[in-house]
């Protein structure tokens, strides 16, 4: 891999001297990335969904002036994980990142953030990491140590602990505009902006705080889902409203690290609510419903932040007269369930986590408006981004360039079904080991461990809401034989054959300082 390194700068150096240094850097673009952490796709209005949960005016600015991706699937729904398939663009078997409870990031290894820097990039990395070890490949990095909190965050800066006052999501965004500003603009840059919302337990920032005016929120048609016929590790799950909501989730406790006057106005608002909730002594249904609706104001409160910094961000961008040359992309680690099932978290095979939004615009290449509903994956990332800065692709990377994409082509190879495995298991949310084939139409999923061996069959044709499991449906026993033969071919393709690591499902949690 040093090998090839070497022969990836001497072929940009080479480059630089056929075209003259300055001119090449005006050339290549620069990369914004803005990573967001549990953002569901559900809750941009430039997605559509029914509900119609919120108005997102930034990232629908995104969608207009760039590219909406409607099919970007993640290969393992879990926060951790997903960051180091981005980074290097290998399944987590292969980067070695399998959970967020034991894994620790191998930073020595080849990542498109790296590569970018070695043919003269600036890079930063500000946000959540959540990858345990320290970064690699970034000039700058300003990081969260963890999970992060929503005030007042302690970030570890180049190494060096400091403290912020204030809403994370602001601040990251204001760290972000402090490094564009005092950038080296001799240089292109890849700029991560890592947003710590809106993952649980969603604490919106005191603006936010009743933003919707106690609207009732429209539910999902599957809030209560009963999972007939599903399998036992579907129904056995630990994230329902109905279950594992706790105090916390609920705002009946206020988040942690407030100041006395954020706390105030912090009261101010959930006290008084709190105090009804509490009369009415809710039970059963209605409980679920209140819960429901708690849980959309403080989500989508959240994500509202995330929303106004895109739009500081991109009006910076406007100022500074780069963006036609800059590539603003804006996805999340996976998506998330806002009710569907009746659940909240992510790291199912089924929809909601599996899809994750995806908006690029790059005015020089991407034609405004336009949406792309090719199976797409945020394992092709990397690839996309050394491809867009005309550099070669490491053969061992796993996905595939999007830059066809972009320029609005339509390859007849491109991938017509995609691989994805799961692991962490039992904490936090007994959600059992699966691995599965995903196609335009249809999953096909093994849940395979501990005490369990069995697989469903999901048709989003004819159950968009995927409620049912047709495996054992004789209709459907020629899908069920070519998707079992898919799903074999794929494991063998992404070289996921051998039994995992112990280590792989978390049960040994890691103890130490978490980066
Ligand atoms: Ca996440």
């Not at 559509?48 to 995104?62: I, S, V």
């Not at 972000?176 to 001799?186: A, I, M, P």
């Amino acid at each position: 891999m040093r090998r090839w390194m070497m022969a990836a700068s001497v072929l940009v150096a080479s480059f630089f001297c056929i075209s003259g240094v300055g001119h090449a850097h005006q050339e290549r673009p620069n990369i914004l990335f803005i990573f967001c952490d549990d953002l569901a796709y559900q809750a941009m209005s430039c997605y559509g969904d029914e509900r119609r949960l919120l108005e997102t005016p930034h990232m629908d600015r995104l969608a207009r002036e760039g590219m909406r991706f409607d099919r970007c699937l993640v290969t393992n729904s879990i926060c951790g994980p997903s960051r180091a398939v981005v980074l290097t663009g290998k399944y987590s078997h292969l980067n070695g990142f399998y959970n967020n409870t034991n894994s620790r990031f191998d930073g020595s290894q080849v990542t498109f953030p790296k590569l970018l820097q070695a043919s003269g990039y600036a890079t930063a990395i500000i946000g959540k990491w959540h990858l345990v070890t320290d970064p690699t490949g970034f000039d700058y990095w300003h990081i969260l140590p963890g999970q992060g909190v929503y005030y007042n965050p302690p970030m570890i800066d180049n190494g060096r602990r400091v403290k912020h006052e204030g809403y994370t999501t602001d601040i990251i965004t204001d760290l972000c505009l402090e490094w564009l500003k005092n950038r080296d603009r001799s240089k292109p840059f890849l700029l991560m902006c890592h947003h710590k919302a809106p993952h649980r337990e969603w604490a919106p920032a005191l603006r936010h705080l009743g933003w919707d005016n106690d609207r009732k929120h429209a539910e999902p048609p599957t809030l209560f889902d009963d999972f007939a016929g599903r399998s036992r590790a579907v129904r056995d799950h630990d994230m329902g409203l109905d279950r594992t909501f706790t105090d916390r989730d609920a705002k009946l406790i206020p988040p942690p690290g407030m100041t006395p006057e954020q706390l105030e106005v912090w009261n101010a608002y959930y006290e008084p609510r709190n105090q009804k909730f509490r009369e009415a002594n809710l039970k059963g249904k209605d409980l679920v419903r209140w819960r429901y609706q708690r849980y959309m104001h403080d989500y989508l409160g959240c994500v509202k932040a995330i929303d106004e910094g895109v739009g500081r961000l991109l009006d910076y961008l406007d100022q500074e007269g780069i963006a036609n040359n800059t590539i603003v992309i804006l996805s999340s680690d996976q998506g998330f369930y806002l009710g569907e099932h009746g659940w909240f978290d992510k790291r199912w095979i089924f929809e909601e986590s599996l899809r994750t939004p995806l908006l690029v615009r790059w005015p020089e290449v991407v034609k405004p408006g336009s949406v792309d509903n090719h199976l797409v994956s945020l394992l092709d990332i990397a690839e996309t981004l050394l491809d867009a800065a005309g550099l070669p692709v490491p053969d061992d990377m796993q996905g595939r360039s999007l830059m066809p994409l972009l320029r609005g082509e339509a390859p007849q190879d491109w991938r017509k079904s995609f691989y994805y495995h799961y692991y962490e298991y039992p904490v936090p949310h007994h959600v059992r080991p699966h691995y599965g084939v995903v196609t335009e139409r249809y999953k096909l999923v093994h849940y395979y461990k501990p005490d369990i061996d069995e697989w469903e069959l999901l048709d989003r044709q004819v159950d968009p809401y995927e409620t049912k499991n047709f495996y054992n449906d004789p209709a459907y026993a020629d899908v069920v034989r070519e998707l079992h033969a898919e799903l074999e071919r794929l494991r063998n393709e992404v070289g996921d054959t051998r039994e995992p690591p112990r280590s792989a499902y978390g049960n040994r949690p890691f103890d130490g300082e978490q980066r």
